[in-house]
């Protein structure tokens, strides 16, 4: 299995381009999901996506379009970058939440290796 | 909503020592988890360790372990026997353990950890 992978690694954009970051799981998860990363910020979520076809906002959704068309895919889509948008983003899936003996289960999530972006 | 508060950005610690980075965190929720990421310079996300909250047995990982103090909403970890590849930025995270759909990970701002030879 290839985990969980993105694409680019780096990228450098000009305020007002356009492009997608692109996010891949070969482990058949349901949930998948972007986060951003910033200096003494942490990480924060963006979208969300429960299953094909199903997505939702996170904590800092503006900005960022989602889509999920498929089980493996996840694509981020920026479509005007703004300067503020300069951050490291990570892709992360894992299987769906349930309950184990009547105790919430836990799945863990696996994070992609993150996408550099520069918005100048 | 949920917060989680780390207030130490920056630490430094000898080779072979130990250290313990300290986490807190405010939710309402009764059922909840709570983890230690490790970021190495590669920028690569690992798990090092996480807790259930209906747990009181405190978690422990090889040289990782925590004091998780549920009424105090305290989530420390301490690293024994501190080695090099130790150093990294080390993340504090809570889930809500709600059985619901979402995976939602809140994570603190960070704790920057130097191992000194």
């Known amino acids: 299995n290839a985990g969980v992978t993105q694409t680019p690694k780096f990228q450098v954009l000009k305020t007002g381009q356009s492009m997608t970051l692109q996010c891949a799981q070969d482990?058949?998860?349901?949930?998948m999901s972007w986060y951003r990363q910033d200096p003494g910020m942490g990480l924060r979520l963006i979208h969300y996506?429960?299953?094909?076809?199903?997505?939702d906002q996170g904590e800092v959704p503006n900005g960022y379009n989602v889509s999920r068309s498929t089980t493996e895919d996840f694509p981020l889509r920026l479509l005007s970058a703004a300067p503020s948008q300069t951050s490291v983003y990570f892709c992360?899936?894992?299987?769906?939440?349930?309950?184990?003996?009547?105790?919430?289960?836990?799945?863990?999530?696996?994070f992609g290796p993150g996408t550099r972006l520069t918005v100048l | 909503a949920q917060t989680v508060t780390q207030s130490q950005p920056e630490m430094s610690v000898q080779d072979a020592e130990t250290v313990t980075l300290s986490c807190t965190y405010d939710?309402?929720?009764?059922?909840?988890?709570l983890f230690w990421y490790k970021q190495p310079p590669s920028r690569q996300m690992i798990l090092v360790i996480r807790q259930e909250a209906y747990k009181q047995q405190n978690a422990t990982e090889n040289r990782f372990s925590v004091n998780f103090q549920k009424a105090a909403k305290s989530f420390s970890l301490k690293i024994s026997d501190s080695q090099l590849g130790d150093t990294a930025m080390y993340f504090c995270a809570f889930m809500k353990g709600n059985g619901g759909a979402t995976n939602k990970l809140i994570f603190g701002t960070g704790t920057l950890l130097a191992v000194q030879p």
């Open positions: 992360a899936s894992s299987t769906h939440r349930g309950t184990s003996g009547g105790l919430p289960s836990y799945n863990e999530q696996f």
């Open positions: 939710t309402s929720e009764n059922n909840y988890y």
């Open positions: 996506s429960v299953g094909a076809g199903i997505t």
């Open positions: 482990m058949n998860h349901e949930y």
